[in-house]
């Protein structure tokens, strides 16, 4: 019975057993607790952010939440790290996410007070009731956050529950985080901050209301003051630093974020919103690029020219050191001042003029001073002029480049053909290019494409990067054409392909920039002279059709700068040139960046070829005068001197004969000078030197070979389109033909009809239906040219 009572009094052993059993359900019950409990997590939208290359801010973009939050960064400056643990939390990094002491004197305030007016929060706690939304305190809501900051603690380290923090901390309005919170109320990076400053931030969190001017500072500057007291005491500054922080001025209101690349700042947030983008942009540069846009914008506004922007690209990397998508930015936001012109696709004008010849000295199809024609020129649908109206017959080809002739650059494109030209500019890295080059026909190198800023500049930045790199180690690389880049690439990334079919190579890029860099163009406008620098700087300029867009660009070895002006909306105005609109601005920007010398002679790949001194062709055995000049080996292959020929003269030198009419001993042979008539028409007319070839003497019949004809329009074998007009009848084609006399009368022939005769000005109306037609020309000499050229009745160039 005994041993059964005893069995029926607990025992001590059981007693323990039993507690042990209730403490451990506690302790399992407290665990699930603290499991199940809401992990502190951060879903809200941060501010898209943009730096430049050295940290500096260049502006940033509200989160979709409307709150300044800037994404998280890696450190945390050691001033506020110190203040805010001195302030909110000295036994962080020991307490496990609740500070028992803290919690008991907390529990002793309230119930004093009988409601919640000390939470004994840890910053563990905060990070909690942050996430949780900073719900109104209540005693369950303070259990969850308890619980909460254990559960962080248990899967977070202390930095990184640090970071949370310092990244959601509320400062004041609707600014949250640190980062933007020394943006907005010091005017830079968390990194600079002071002891000052770090101390008011430090106090901010826990009453963001005090940042407010007012009443409030006096507090705030109590907090802070009292703060850095502390921190003198523990000793983390001299009492020298203490009197000057106590010294300094308060945060006031918060200050405007930077806007010193507004559309590049756009185009992140678009495309990586909520992200802080270290770019590659130059902050001293950009800001005095924009100053320069902007002052060049003022003046270009008096004629409604509102709109301009630059792209300045570093060569040897392609980094984007400067960005003013813009200059009526913020001004002229009716104006189109938020569009980024820098991405905008614009039509080109003349600035592609420079890479057609790079083309065709690479392809050995000219030499740097090839004569080409410079003569009325028509086209079906297509009729380019120069810019000035005028035609000089015949021009260098270096010279037509360098003064943007339009005619025979066209002339040139003809020959190169389009097709293998929009086959160059697609391979240099314009992508804009959607169309077959049919589309494009030979409007191509006037501007019947468009290009954007962006690629135009990373186009030439590419020219120039493999120059450089073929004069550094005598070989081409397939990385070296790239866009321009924004963001620094990582050196590992980097195509370095040796490339043994280049696009263009170093001697016809040099050959360019050397055509550029020589002479100065009018380009149509008086004043041109205004821009003079000391710098080696190739340049070119373009102005689209209807003066919609003025180009301009230039490089050095080290940088290419693109420059744009006109109107957003696409509205031409009179005197919007590249040369008056976009020319000084691209000059005020060299003028800033840093001397680099010019580009050495690639010798290696040039050879010096035997010219005609006429005609900048080849020479040919018939050449009198001949130089030397420096060429792209594939220049060797180009075209003989087509125009000195051996002509028979007699004694006097004064009359053309044939041996049918006089005998050989009185025969003199000459090498004379022969343009083709409509060329020679023009060239004599500014180059007095010019001899026609004398005329036949009587009684000897001409040979065949030197016409005293030419066809300006329709050309043999051209396709033309005539369209209807309203009524439904055909319009006209206006026939042009050119003689080496024009006081010649001569006699027009359609379909072996006699039509019209014409003296002085050889140009008829011609109208005919849909097919094949013959137009015959005599001249009061019997001399006679024909011409077949086809009618169709669609327009072949709409397909
Ligand atoms: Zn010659």
Redesign the pocket.
Known sequence: MQEYREDLSPSPESNLNKTFKILLIAAATFIVAVLLSPMPRFKAGESTVVEARDGSLLGARIADDGQWRFPGNDTIPEKFEKALLTFEDKYFYWHPGINPVSVARAMGDNIRAGEIVSGGSTITMQVARIARGNRPRTYPEKIVEMLSALKLELFRSKKEILKMYVANAPFGGNIVGLEAAAWRYTGKSSEGITWAEAAALAVLPNSPALVFPGKNQGILKSRRDDLLRKLYERELFDSLTLVLAIDESLPGEPRPLPVLAPHLTDFFFSNNKGKMIRTTIDPVLQERALEIVNAHQKLLSGNFINNTACLIVKVKTGEVLAYVGNGAFGHAAEHGGDVDIIRARRSTGSILKPLLYAGMQYSGDILPNTLVADVPTRFPGFSPKNFDFSYSGGVPASRALSQSLNIPAVKMLQKYTPDRFLNLLQKAGFTSFDKNAYHYGLSLILGGGEVSLWELTGVYASLSRVLNNYLDEKKYFTGDYHPPLLVLRNENEKERKEDSAPILNASSIWLTYDALLKVNRPEGEAGWQYFSSSRDFAWKTGTSFGFRDAWAIGTTPEYVIGVWAGNADGEGRPGLTGISSAAPILFDLVNILEPAGWFKEPMEEMTMIRV?S??G?R??P??PDTEETPSCISGLRSEM?P??KIIHLDKTGTRQVTADCVSPAEIMNESW?VLPPAMEYFYRQKHPGYKVVPPMAKGCIAEKGIPVMEFIYPTPGVRIFIPRDQTGLLTRVISEVVHRNPAKKIFWHLDNKYIATTKHIHQIEIMAEAGEHLLTVVDEDGNSMKCTFIITGKNENQE
């Open positions: 005609c006429l005609s062709y020479a040919g018939d050449c001197c125009y000195h000078f």
